[in-house]
């Protein structure tokens, strides 16, 4: 890319794990087209579903993402809440049960992809080869919390240029509204810390 675009692309059939997010800052409406339009040609021997990503920090209060990026071939797919924090408060102190743990293995990864897939609708299947294998997370951190040792919650934590940054967190559909994925989070982002320092964090949800 032009180095105001960065690329994550997994090579997954899952749109979400396909992105390419702009970098950039203040982005007038023709540049912004010709990112579009750069990813576009980037991603199109990829085969694999994608989102170019775009915040509204990176634009003027003028631009207007939706109708600049429709004449570089993108549609509008869905608005993202992101919250960037400096710090994050530890786990509770007591989690109703909840043991909290970091997977080391291959079936502790895949919980964290079954939990999501019960939890949002959505099959996951298909990221197993790659997000639910242990060797993935050896820079990252992912968390599942049990209840009665069964995988309820699950979140995870990617060290990505400088940031924590955190996805994945969801919980079983019957065990839901009990705080059972803040602690999870929370613990993942402790486990980051204490092995990559006390940098920001972000969330996208």
């Known amino acids: 890319g032009t ?5 994550i692309f997994s090579g997954l059939p899952i749109p979400f794990f396909n992105a390419a997010i702009v970098s950039a800052r203040n982005i007038s ?5 010709a990112m579009g339009r750069e990813a576009c040609t ?26 600049v990026l429709d004449s570089a071939g993108l549609t509008t797919l869905l ?3 992101g919250m960037r924090a400096q710090r994050v408060g530890p786990p509770p102190s007591t989690t109703n049960g909840l043991q909290l743990e970091v997977p080391g293995n291959d079936a502790g ?9 019960a939890a949002y609708g959505m099959p996951l299947d298909a990221c197993k080869p790659i997000l639910g294998s242990s060797s993935f997370w050896a820079s990252h951190v992912p968390a599942i919390g049990r209840v ?9 934590v990617l060290m990505l240029h400088g940031y924590r940054y955190v996805l994945l967190v969801a919980t079983q559909p019957d065990r839901q509204r009990r705080g059972y994925a803040d602690a999870v989070m ?9 092995r990559h320092g006390e940098i920001p964090t972000t969330l996208h949800a």
Request: glycine share 4%.
């Open 79 to 81: 608005p993202l809440t």
């Open 3 to 7: 180095g105001n675009v960065d690329y």
């Open 29 to 33: 409406s023709d540049a912004l087209t």
């Open 109 to 117: 990864c895949a919980a964290v992809m079954d939990i999501n897939a």
């Open 148 to 156: 009665d040792g069964t995988p309820s919650a699950s979140a995870a």
């Open 186 to 194: 929370r613990h993942a982002l402790e486990v980051a810390a204490t």
């Open 42 to 67: 980037w991603a199109a021997d990829k085969a694999v579903p994608w989102l170019f990503t775009v915040t509204h920090e990176a634009l003027p209060p003028a631009v207007v993402a939706s109708s």
